[in-house]
């Protein structure tokens, strides 16, 4: 079982938390510091929160004998990625009213907001849960936004999967009331005060647990890197079940061996949602059980798996299930992107897929991204879908309405930004590292855009620029923007510097390896140049990028 001896300091902060309630009233009004009580830092988490600091400013905090500048970032459970109209308006106003004013979509298909100040933390939930949003469980040590490939158009089955998304939220959710107590004054009852939770009893999960459900022949959500990942199997036009696996995640440690990247193992095949159901819940309670307790760094069901064996594992799923699983169903992805403007489903409605680079919902120049989404969302003629590529999709626009928005868009250089964006910046993902997250060693969502501008020429120079080739970058190794499971990753090791990872495949099924390290950005061009001088002359037919590296370079 899950070693208990030397466990981790959060182990215990989790344990004697009074269900997540800790000291989290008493620190928010402490009015004298923007910070949280230490122990509450890591038990916000669990109600959906992150406190940072501005480290663009720390020098000069620092030289002026004051407190760093605290503030949070809060991210929405949205499972599935789906809001409509009037959330839509509602988070607009929000962001405005008490962060940055950037939406941030992340690559778990929801939205979070930084910058947000400790006395207005509270205001900001209050805010969201009138809209019917709120963010538990979005961090912390438990199941996070359960993702759902994001397209409708993919399967007219994909209402029934984009439904289970949200049936696995409301199972793995928390048991106890401390979020609507502590950010929405409910009155606090005796019985629920303290509630059985049988899933996450009172110390929760060893480390973060994330579930994808991918809809071939689209790997659009990277449904392998998942702890959990669920295939729907659909055969004939009739959902069959799903093939699920387990053991997906990106993070690691520079210079720490024992930690590493790894794709999820399938378990097998099950035919029904009951046991797809049942099958989640006990893959994570194994997990609980099992899962190391005292090493925070090799924590994540994948090393729970690779320590006990898939066989083992799975035995101990089947047998806490009461059912074995059948033999995986065939599938196959074809390809994992986004479905860049407009395309009609089954139904007769219309979907614009827009592009957002690196997820970042903002005004800039000409190009009026923020001020358009909120005019469409105010004719309430269109839902807003997020993508696991941080993408927005404006959906289930009914044939008579889509003039309307596509007017909105074009007028505010929407349309225009997405037709003229390049295939290589269209296949981009970034974290958001700088300035805002702790763990940041470089940039990343502030500085690809750039660098993609500057590698772009070189695509240009090798007739490579129609090549949808993925590239993301992360400011540290912990994999926020999937960059193992990309054909070019860029892992931040110090400011300006950053590893260089080649080989991925193009479909999200083999992970990427170390080329070279250290490289800034001079070296990261003329490595770039070189390969694609290779790859344009040395392909062999249609073979992509990430697998030329792969024959070539990586095999070798």
Not at 425 to 432: E, G, L, P, T, Y
Request: charged letters at 25%; hydrophobic letters at 30%.
């Amino acid at each position: 079982m899950s070693e208990q001896k030397n466990l981790s300091p959060v182990e215990k902060i989790k344990t004697e938390s009074k269900g997540l309630r800790g000291t989290l009233e008493e620190s928010l009004s402490d009015q004298y510091t923007g910070a949280l009580r230490e122990p509450d830092q890591q038990l916000v988490k669990f109600h959906g929160m992150y406190q940072q600091d501005d480290r663009d400013r720390r020098e000069e905090r620092n030289q002026k004998k004051l407190e760093w500048l605290y503030s949070y970032m809060i991210r929405l459970r949205i499972p599935g990625g789906l809001i409509s109209p009037q959330q839509w308006e509602g988070l607009h106003h929000i962001a405005g009213q008490y962060s940055t004013g950037t939406i941030k979509i992340t690559t778990r298909q929801t939205v979070q907001l930084h910058g947000i100040l400790k006395s207005q933390t509270k205001p900001t939930i209050k805010s969201f849960n009138t809209l019917h949003l709120d963010s538990i469980a979005a961090c912390g040590d438990v199941n996070r936004n359960v993702t759902c490939s994001s397209h409708p158009s993919e399967s007219p089955l994909h209402g029934k999967v984009h439904a289970l998304a949200s049936k696995i939220s409301e199972l793995c959710l928390p048991k106890t009331a401390a979020y609507y107590e502590i950010w929405l004054d409910e009155e606090q009852i005796e019985e629920k005060k303290n509630p059985t939770d049988p899933l996450y009893q009172d110390r929760y999960l060893p480390r973060k647990l994330k579930i994808g459900i991918a809809v071939p022949p689209n790997n659009d959500v990277d449904v392998f890197i998942n702890d959990i990942a669920l295939i729907a199997i659909i055969e004939n036009g009739e959902l069959k079940g799903y093939n699920i696996g387990a053991g997906g995640g990106l993070g690691a440690t520079h210079g720490n061996a024992a930690t590493y990247a790894r794709l999820a193992s399938i378990f097998g095949f099950l035919d029904t949602e009951e046991k797809v159901l049942k099958a989640v819940y006990e893959i994570i309670t194994v997990q609980r059980d099992y899962g190391n307790r005292s090493d925070r760094k090799l924590s994540r069901l994948k090393y729970t798996i690779d320590r006990l064996g898939i066989d083992e594992y799975k035995r101990l799923v089947e047998e806490r299930c009461g059912f074995q699983f059948e033999e995986a169903r065939p599938y196959e992805f074809t390809q994992r992107k986004d479905r860049y403007g407009w395309v009609q489903n089954h139904e007769g409605k219309w979907y614009f897929t827009l592009f957002v680079e690196s997820g970042r919902v903002l005004d800039e120049g000409k190009y009026l991204l923020k001020t358009g989404l909120l005019k469409v969302a105010e004719t309430g003629k269109a839902n807003f879908r997020f993508t696991c590529n941080q993408n927005l999709i404006l959906a289930d626009i009914l044939p008579e309405d889509k003039k309307e928005i596509e007017t909105i868009l074009e007028e505010h250089g929407i349309t225009t930004y997405t037709d003229q964006a390049s295939a290589l910046r269209k296949n981009s993902i970034a974290c958001v590292a700088f300035n805002t997250c702790s763990l940041a060693l470089a940039e990343a969502q502030r500085y690809l855009p750039s660098l993609i501008t500057k590698i772009e020429p070189i695509l240009e120079k090798y007739h490579l620029q129609e090549d949808d080739i993925t590239i993301r970058m992360t400011g540290c190794p912990n994999g926020c923007g999937r960059s193992p499971n990309a054909e070019i990753g860029l892992i931040g090791t110090a400011y300006g510097k950053y590893n260089l990872h080649i080989g991925g495949d193009r479909l999200g099924t083999r992970l990427n390896s170390k080329y070279k390290e250290n490289l800034e950005e001079s070296e990261i061009l003329e490595t770039l140049d070189s390969l694609f001088s290779d790859y344009s002359q040395h392909k062999s037919g249609k073979e992509t990028f990430g697998d030329f590296t792969f024959r070539t370079i990586i095999k070798n």
